[in-house]
DNA sequence: GCCGTTTTCGGCCCGACTGTTTTCAGTCG
């Protein structure tokens, strides 16, 4: 909800600004910490009794919080913004510059916004403070056109290709062993800052020297013995490092992360008289495995999906997590029919090289003219060509549906009658996605309760980086679809990911049935299902809760299927 | 500022790299 997320960034800059000031970095760490359990929060903060029930947030910023809610604005939130020029958090952002950079250039050398460090880089004012050498100055004036020309991270399903070419390129330098990615990539965040590399070699020279020498990278930010640091002509980071092939699991682990995992993690090795870092846990003397690092601390292994410090440390055991095998069909596609690249029969091929026993073509409804979207009179005809393909092709049941735009006012894009005569409806937003929060619910839950609808479409219809999408009540939503036995769509398209984690988190915790969907216009875009995968694991979805689980006879038999 | 199966006070993760120093501060992840 926005009220979490307007909230959320209050604490975020507060964080920065104490940082600047010098304050103790525990103070600093707990607003940083609030701001999170508010980001990760999907109820309404607005609408809980006592705040202090978030884990991190304590009763001083559950004070600030109520005063923001009670006023819409905060007392202490303003008093520090009004203390330092607005302009010193961006220049933050800038790579090598951290908190007491900052301060030290505003106090001593006037700079206090983007602009201004720039005029001193270039009129060598800074080239008088103390510890400031040329090299320095240098590295500045790089970073500070860096963040002069970037944008947002990196999608998903962009990084996870680069990382992939560059694995491929490295493994075949002599003496590399084992080379992976870590970091947020394996994890499946939506979104990557940059891609982080593990390797083991018998060659560290030869290996360091070919990954600072591919023709992709741009600068060369670091190069030690261990790690190096590179950036891509495209803007990307890519960090490597290098560890011994028996520190392995200890290091893969230090580097997936997340940071508040790690953090934890070492905490309860703390309270165990043991030592964790990157080379193994001591004094016990175990780095080999992930597996056996988490076992000695007590733990089970945890999905990295699930690294994020949200409670995944209450696991008693490991989670009998989805994967790509366990999928056996895919819900919602389109062909030619509309805005797609394959015939029926094209489409079902691709199931079944797959191992697919179901799929549905769904394509988009009559609303959607820029996508070519059916007509009733050519949708029934729709209907008779899949019944056709379906006749015609054992190995696989092809359902007849159709991606049904719900209307800005809830109602959908064809009547009930020819709604009726599917197999399958998807129900999706994809105009007006800039109601508000209250409109959006309204929307999507006359969408869930409707008798003829099987699954909700990417249901906030965001696409990442790019629009926002609606912000409807999730807890509301949920509440109906698990009553209304409607399931709701985990996309897997990689700019899509909708719902997103914490959504999908919510509809597992509230009992509601999911659908984990491709959205494939192309044969390539079946592939994307592997970032679906990664949002499920996520999201925790048990298999129960999944419907692609399920057998061909609880996906047909009626004109509904009977989830 | 937050937290507690040792604690309501005293802790709060840990190491690599860089650039500047001549032993280390600052930044990053």
């Not at 990760?40 to 923001?68: C, F, H, Q, R, W």
């Not at 980071?237 to 934890?264: C, M, P």
């Not at 990417?458 to 999730?474: V, Y």
């Amino acid at each position: 909800m926005s009220t979490n997320t307007d909230l959320a960034n209050i604490f975020h800059t507060m964080a920065t600004i104490l940082e600047i000031k010098g304050e103790s970095g525990f103070k600093v760490n707990a607003n940083t910490k609030v701001a999170r359990a508010l980001e990760d929060l999907v109820e309404d903060v607005s609408s809980m009794e006592d705040v202090t029930k978030i884990p991190g947030v304590g009763k001083s910023s559950a004070t600030k919080i109520k005063n923001y809610l009670d006023t819409g604005k905060m007392v202490e939130f303003e008093e520090l913004r009004d203390s330092i020029p607005a302009g010193l958090l961006d220049v933050m952002r800038v790579q090598g510059i951290g908190p007491k950079k900052v301060r030290q250039f505003w106090q001593e050398a006037d700079v206090t916004d983007i602009e201004s460090l720039r005029a001193a880089v270039d009129d060598g004012r800074l080239a008088n403070l103390p510890r400031m050498g040329k090299k320095t100055i240098e590295n500045i004036a790089q970073a500070l056109a860096f963040v002069e020309s970037s944008g947002d991270r990196t999608r998903l399903g962009d990084a996870m290709p680069i990382a992939q070419e560059i694995i491929t390129f490295l493994e075949r330098v002599e003496g590399v062993t084992t080379i992976t990615f870590a970091g947020s990539l394996r994890r499946g965040k939506e979104t990557i800052g940059d891609i982080d590399i593990l390797a083991s070699t018998e060659n560290q020279e030869a290996l360091a020297q070919a990954f600072c020498n591919m023709d992709s990278v741009s600068m060369v930010q670091a190069k030690g013995e261990t790690k190096c640091s590179v950036r891509l002509n495209s803007g990307m980071q890519v960090d490597l490092r290098v560890v011994d092939e028996g520190q392995f699991g200890a290091a893969l682990l230090y580097f997936t992360g997340s940071k508040e995992h790690n953090i934890t993690l070492r905490e309860k090795a703390i309270t165990q008289d043991k030592k964790l870092n990157e080379y193994g846990l001591e004094p016990v003397n175990i780095s080999e495995t992930e597996e056996a690092i988490y076992q000695d601390l007590g733990l089970p292994w945890i999905p990295t999906e699930i690294r994020e410090d949200r409670g995944e440390f209450d696991c008693k055991r490991t989670p009998n997590l989805i994967t790509l095998q366990n999928i056996k069909s895919d819900l919602h596609c389109h062909t030619t029919a509309s805005d797609g690249h394959m015939s029926i029969e094209e489409l079902a091929m691709q199931a079944i090289a797959r191992g697919y026993h179901t799929i549905a073509v769904t394509d988009h409804s009559q609303s959607q003219a820029q996508a070519n979207g059916l007509k009733p009179d050519r949708m029934r005809m729709h209907i008779d060509a899949i019944r056709k393909a379906n006749a015609s092709m054992s190995e696989i049941t092809i359902l007849a549906g159709s991606e049904v735009d719900i209307l800005p006012d809830g109602t959908l894009d064809y009547d009930d009658e020819l709604l009726a005569l599917l197999d399958i409806v998807v129900a999706s937003p994809h105009a007006a996605l800039t109601q508000s929060p209250d409109q959006a619910t309204q929307r999507l839950l006359a969408a869930i309760e409707h008798p003829l609808v099987h699954i909700i479409g990417h249901p906030t219809g965001r696409i990442i980086n790019k629009r926002k999408g609606l912000e409807p009540d999730i807890p509301t939503l949920v509440a109906a679809a698990a009553k209304n036995n409607t399931a709701l769509e985990i996309n897997a398209n990689s700019y899509r990911l909708d719902l997103r984690d914490t959504h999908v988190r919510a509809a597992v915790n509230g009992g509601s049935l999911l659908a984990v969907n491709t959205d494939s216009h192309r044969p390539d875009d079946f592939n994307q299902l592997r970032y679906g995968i990664f949002l499920v694991g996520r999201g925790l979805v048990i298999p129960g809760k999944c419907i692609k689980f399920f057998i061909p006879d609880a996906l047909l038999n009626s004109s509904r299927p009977d989830f």
